[in-house]
């Protein structure tokens, strides 16, 4: 760092003498000139150049030797190190090169701890992280302690402290409380801790995160109990204080000290929940949740866009979006990620204002449109075409509904869910049905073709499960 810093002033002082000696500046110009070359301003600059060569001239320096160095020096400022600044940079890459190689979990538990309030740099280096063959941990309130922390060579343990809504005062609450041993579930952890620290906005960021995992995978029923563990926990206290002489208090603190039961979250709620304490989904990807049901679409995965000018369809989640102004109005630039890799997408003023409502961070977007080369980042770009979220994909190119019937056949139940989606033109319904001794699909007929609404997939998989309702396109 010395020899950098170093670095740094002697090319400073030399620009300043150069612009003195040679220029004609006076002391306050070329400080002038040493910003302007730092800052990279070219309008600046410009000025610059005509003083140097006018006073370098005066000087007895010829014109053209004057814009040679004047060029030198702008060339230097734009992108160059003085020898001690890039041997200091050769001696930094060469020891992080290293540590990462030879200390691959160590060194990446160090910076994921050195960025962890940043969540999109959080990302890139788990990304960079599971690229390079390492596995990353969970939070876990009994393992995990504030900073990122390697397991093994190849493991590292998430902190605590990167999760949202916690802060450094809260973990270290917790991990003081746990030093006397683990925790035993939510009730025993929030009579434990400071809850002047750890409050119920930790508590809830927590439980979002998978931190109690261990403990009770049940997340949806965790966050529900998490004000009866508090409101428990401040009772245990009064309790504590004050004797009953008949133990009525006891009997209901212990009625209490039961999770509120509640339905598991779906892959879907669990990755969004997660999202939100954590910056992104740790234990999945979002677009896992629709990637069964557009199997049988055709389109082509982010990671095989083809040639620049073919044009193809598409599906991602959207990771984020910005509006830029432009001549024809307001469009919006969005980053598809399906899993595979992202890609951005142009969409412009009229389908903007169209789709504005289905272009929100999160959200599936089945995409056609035409594929080019992007001169400034070398990747692709999609400039789109048409928009389609999932219900507009189903209407539009749903085939057919496929029932499997496994284990769970009954008619009068099949007819009353059918029921109330039936429609003229809609989708046919499929009925898979095997046993031990046969198989068969059967075709209902055209008095039960069906709309493909998200309730009726919705009820069918609650009451089949999701693999045995598939939509055929």
Same mark, same amino acid.
């Given at each position: 760092?010395? *020899? ?33 070359? /730092? ?103 009994? =393992? ?14 998430? /902190?605590?402290? *990167?999760?949202?809504?916690? /802060?450094?005062? *809260?973990?270290? =609450? ?46 949806? =029923? ?10 428990? +926990? ?33 892959? #879907? ?49 959207? +990771? ?8 024809? /109005? ?124 998200? #309730? ?8 089949? =499960? ?8």
């Amino acid at each position: 760092i010395l *020899a950098q810093t170093y670095g740094i002033m002697v090319y400073q002082e030399q620009v300043m003498q150069i612009a003195q000696v040679i220029g004609g500046y006076t002391l306050g110009a070329a400080d002038l000139l040493r910003r302007a070359m /730092g800052k990279k301003l070219p309008e600046e600059m410009a000025k610059h150049r005509d003083v140097f060569v006018a006073g370098a001239e005066k000087n007895g320096l010829a014109r053209g030797r004057a814009m040679q160095l004047f060029d030198l020096m702008e060339k230097f400022a734009g992108y160059g190190f003085n020898k001690s600044h890039a041997a200091a940079y050769a001696v930094l890459a060469y020891q992080t090169a290293y540590m990462k190689a030879h200390h691959t979990a160590a060194f990446m538990a160090a910076n994921l701890s050195a960025v962890m309030d940043d969540t999109d740099k959080v990302r890139q280096f788990h990304d960079d992280a599971l690229a390079n063959g390492l596995a990353i941990l969970p939070p876990e309130i009994n =393992s995990s302690g504030y900073r990122f922390a390697p397991v093994d060579a190849k493991t590292v343990r998430y /902190g605590l402290g *990167a999760v949202r809504g916690t /802060g450094q005062a *809260a973990i270290e =609450s917790i991990l003081a409380a746990r030093a006397q041993g683990p925790f035993t579930d939510l009730f025993d952890f929030c009579r434990r801790v400071d809850r002047r620290l750890v409050n119920r906005r930790c508590l809830e960021a927590l439980v979002r995160a998978g931190a109690f995992d261990r403990i009770e995978s049940n997340r949806a =029923s965790l966050l529900a109990s998490a004000g009866r563990a508090i409101e428990a +926990a401040e009772q245990a206290e009064r309790v504590a204080t004050q004797s009953s002489l008949f133990g009525e208090g006891e009997a209901s603190h212990a009625a209490a000290l039961a999770l509120v039961p509640a339905r598991p979250w779906d892959l #879907r709620q669990r990755l969004t929940e997660e999202k939100a304490a954590l910056g992104f989904c740790l234990s999945g990807h979002l677009f896992s949740v629709y990637e069964r049901e557009l199997e049988g679409f055709p389109r082509t995965p982010l990671a095989k866009l083809p040639a620049a000018g073919d044009r193809v369809w598409i599906a991602g989640v959207i +990771a984020s979006a910005r509006v830029q102004m432009t001549r024809r /109005g307001r469009m919006m630039m969005v980053v598809l990620d399906d899993g595979s890799a992202q890609v951005e997408l142009a969409v412009f003023n009229e389908l903007f204002e169209k789709h504005r409502d289905k272009l929100r961070e999160d959200r599936l977007l089945v995409v056609q449109g035409k594929a080019q080369r992007d001169e400034f980042s070398g990747g692709m770009r999609i400039t789109a075409d048409e928009l389609l979220d999932l219900a507009a994909l189903r209407e539009r190119f749903a085939s057919g509904l496929r029932i499997a019937m496994n284990g769970a056949a009954d008619a009068q139940r099949l007819k009353d869910t059918l029921s109330p989606y039936r429609a003229d033109g809609g989708c046919p319904v499929l009925v898979r049905y095997e046993n031990a001794g046969a198989s068969c699909e059967v075709a209902l007929g055209d008095a039960w073709r069906v709309r493909p609404d998200e #309730r009726l997939i919705g009820e069918l998989s609650a009451w089949l =499960s999701p693999e045995n309702v598939r939509l055929r396109f």
